[in-house]
DNA sequence: TCAATAGTTTAGAACAATTCCAAACTACTT
DNA sequence: AAGTAGTTTGGAATTGTTCTAAACTATTGA
């Protein structure tokens, strides 16, 4: 019984991130659903390259880097996540594709949203002529006290 | 007359120059002062290290891509310098210290200031415990329009 | 003024993240 | 079932940056 609503909610979770991926026009491969799902089931995340790299691996997906770069910037075009760049080296992207903000642990590198509720920003000038604004990004610096550094 | 006006201002701009360096514990040595006087003299600019290395060679100034990294680094340590991160792969440094915020060129990559005059982020969050602002970033990213893209 | 020394510079190797490539593979169409 | 257009892949290539150890130079103090 309890298996049963497993296999239920089992095959409403693939037809969803299968209906998902239709709709932006991308084959619903095996690697791509096996990466959405990692992506977008569960919370909000903010992942690199690498890391969901490991994580597929580990749950026995075998998909090349290559592969998940290529998804990753896929998913970005369709607007299935976001790019967020904080620090050189590595690129992270966020499943979350609302409008918001970020808070970075500097020592960390971590990345945690700032729920954009209420936050604005005032006083800026307008776009410069010729360009439209893409987006508004803030970025909130954080300094970890009492640890080491 | 008009070149020994020149003289005058140059080596003043020299002494300030070599101030600085001393008041930071800097050595002034050719390839410091050389650089310090490429990113000061004159208005604020955002240069990569690629950047300011290809000036230097054009200006004459015999130095390493090494000891241009090195420099950027020690001087945004001595907070000569700002590093800025917009997108991966490049690092900028910007010459103005001052609080302030930027413009993004997508299209380009190229930074702009935002005189910080009024601008406020205003409904934020507090910081999360154990923590402490260390900087709010904010960057609009701007889309060229008319352009190919 | 010179030697000692501590800080700097450098070329080149090493590195890390990412992109590129061309061949093998696979989802979709007919 | 075959054709084809889109995907995946390992490995090589690229890019920006850091590391390293040897050569060099500014500073100090005799």
Same mark, same amino acid.
């Given at each position: 019984?309890?298996?049963?609503? !497993? ?8 037809? %969803? ?33 690498? !890391? ?57 590198? =971590? ?29 909130? %610096?954080? =300094? ?6």
């Amino acid at each position: 019984m309890a298996a049963y609503i !497993q296999t239920v909610m089992e095959t409403r979770r693939y037809a %969803r991130v299968l209906a998902r991926l239709r709709s932006v026009g991308l084959r619903p491969t095996r690697q791509r659903l096996a990466l959405a799902r990692l992506l977008f089931d569960g919370g909000n995340r903010h992942v690199t390259a690498e !890391q969901l790299h490991s994580e597929a691996l580990e749950a026995n997906i075998r998909v090349s880097l290559a592969t998940i770069y290529n998804t990753l910037h896929q998913f970005t075009r369709a607007g299935l996540l976001r790019e967020v760049v904080v620090d050189h080296g590595r690129a992270y992207f966020d499943t979350n594709t609302k409008e918001h903000h970020h808070f970075l642990f500097e020592d960390s590198g =971590r990345l945690q949203d700032i729920p954009s509720k209420g936050v604005t920003v005032t006083g800026l000038p307008a776009a410069p002529s010729g360009t439209t604004v893409s987006r508004i990004e803030v970025i909130i %610096r954080l =300094r970890e006290h009492g640890s080491s550094q």
